[in-house]
């Protein structure tokens, strides 16, 4: 069983960063691919960015790329999310995931994901 839990999340003006974590309970963290997908309201829930169990292959879709850093630390269970310049449009609930294969490879489509944190809201004003 594994269960994540996701932190840093909060209200913050346009322009602004922001890191969220992502804590890990259960086995083999370090074999296992992360991931993070947000949902804004009334649309559907969005890939944001992957990082393989190695943390060697890293996905963002093209429009975060620069803007958005995921990375890992597996002495202590946890994957992190830092984003940057943020925009009013970015505000949404962000869900930390967990491939269900592991020792595979970084992917952007949430089917891959089995294991999937509660949500932490981040709200970016104008």
């Known amino acids: 069983q594994v269960q994540l839990v996701e932190s840093g999340g909060g209200l913050v003006q346009a322009g602004d960063s922001l890191r969220l974590s992502c804590s890990a309970s259960?086995?083999?963290?370090?074999?296992?691919?992360m991931g993070w997908f947000r949902q804004a309201p009334g649309k559907e829930r969005e890939f944001v960015a992957s990082?393989?169990?190695?943390?060697?292959?890293?996905y963002f879709p093209q429009a975060e790329k620069g803007r958005f850093t995921i990375s890992r630390d597996n002495a202590k269970n946890t994957v992190y999310l830092r984003m940057n310049s943020l925009k009013p449009e970015d505000t949404a609930v962000y869900y930390c995931?967990?491939?269900?294969?592991?020792?595979?490879?970084?992917?952007?489509?949430?089917?891959?994901?089995?294991?999937w944190g509660q949500g932490t809201q981040v709200t970016v004003s104008s």
């Open positions: 995931t967990g491939r269900s294969i592991l020792d595979s490879g970084a992917s952007t489509d949430p089917v891959d994901y089995a294991y």
């Open positions: 990082i393989s169990w190695s943390g060697n292959t890293k």
């Open positions: 259960g086995r083999s963290f370090s074999r296992r691919t």
